[in-house]
């Protein structure tokens, strides 16, 4: 019998790997880190810092609890629904990597063997801002309770502009939970900032900021120029969730404004609404409950994000449109989570025709089964503003439809947008070693992780191509100063494997 058992044993180790493979060490799992947690997870931010071995090494039961999970990376938007841009997501064999490195001791191995750590501008738009909003030095009043406080800033338009990116940066990031970010047309509301502003006022909600969310960003070019227009003398009023615990600690959170040029033509408005609410949800204690919203599509409409919002009571909600039996699916959220709401833009933008029903259901468990029930025992609980009311309050940011939007590959246009620098980087951060001097005037070195045949090419962030060359070493050397001075983009290909690496690096002539 002990030999079956032990049969048993290899064969299954074998079927699932993980007893025969070599182990882990941190530089086979320190890619994971960096391309899927650290964009949170990087110093001075709301999530504990993972960029190095010693600091993911620290919270190892954590880790392995919020992996399984699949609390971390949180992304609650069911993916097998619809898709988004800038999903936080992360791979079954990413997660299992993650998970072998940890059952096995997170063996540290030699870690100068491990990709460089991406680096975290203080701003994530590049360019110079129209406009920054600051709401000044603020002392946090969250003591015991979490705090909502509506700042009120004067934006001192003299003329309509429109908007077209912008981008919340917190001053005290770890004290930051999310803002939220309306816009006062007629420029008349106040401050409130007695910790329970729920209610955020405004005519406008355009979007907002939560622990590594990108900035918004309208697609500015050719065959899609679109912004949120901005009358003369609004304001604009942030909503800040500051945590309970963080009273007396000090935050001055900005927004820095782009807008279009003065006399811009053919940008096309994009407009925000919540066609989808509930006002007469009543859920009693000890009862779960679906509710429903519907609305009809009136023309047709190109959406461009959506922004479903409950509390803490709702576990699940969906959103689509349809009419007879064709359905257009919009987003779909399986376990809905109050701290991890976002507006979640499409990847392309989503065609309702006119005539169409735009309908929601949120399901709330009001029962002590619900973790995030903020109340024990249960109690009664109805529609209301504040975090222990309830809301059914689904919004979206649209424009009217034109033939042809729904070809548009926003996320192509965006990757390419110069207030982003045009691409993702470190798409294999273990395929280039070093990259310097960055910026260079003259001459560029690139140390590639092991010798291999590859293709370079330095091109504008509009995708023109300066200049190509090759290499069979792990080695090469650019000489660039007839480039002009510039933000550019390096691409670096491994011809054998497919694996490609993009860089933005600077030129400058003094
Ligand atoms: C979108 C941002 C984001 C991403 C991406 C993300 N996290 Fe987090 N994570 C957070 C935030 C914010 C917290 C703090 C939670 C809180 O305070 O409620 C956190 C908390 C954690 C904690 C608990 C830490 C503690 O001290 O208790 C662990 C563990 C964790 N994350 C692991 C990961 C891992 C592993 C990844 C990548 C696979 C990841 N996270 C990706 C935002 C993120």
Redo the contacts with the bound molecule.
Sequence with gaps: MKKLYFILFLFTGIISGNSLKAQFEYKDVAH??YS??????HEN????P?MNYYQ?T??SY??????TSN?????TPDTTYTRFQHE?I?TDQ??ND?INWINHGELAGDTTLAPPAPTYPQYQLYGTPDLILRTGTFVSNASTDDAYNCFSLATNLTQDRILRAYEIVPGNAPIV?HVVVNIDSMGTTTSSLNGSCYTITGDVGIGGY????PPTVFPGQAHLKAGIRMKAGCKLVLQIHY?AGTAGQIDSTQIRLYFYPVGTTGVRPVYASVPLQNWSLNIPANTTRTFTANATNLFNTSVFATFPHSHKICTSLINYAYQNTDTIPLIKINNWRF??QGYYTFRNLVKIPAGYTLYSSHFYDNTVGNPYNPNSPPINVFAGTSTTDEMLFDSFLWLVYQPGDELIDVAAILANDPLLAGVNENTTPNLISNVYPNPTSDKLNIYFSKKSDYKISISTIEGKNMLTAKTNEDYSQLDVKNISSGLYILQAQDIKSGESFSKKVIITHK
Excluded: V
Aim: proline share 15%; aromatic share 10%.
């Design positions: 994971i880190f899927r947690c650290t964009s949170c997870h931010q709301h999530a504990p993972f993911t620290l919270p954590a880790l392995l609890g919020n992996l609390t971390m990376p949180p992304w936080h992360i990413e997660k993650l939970h939560a622990p590594g969310a945590p701290d991890w």
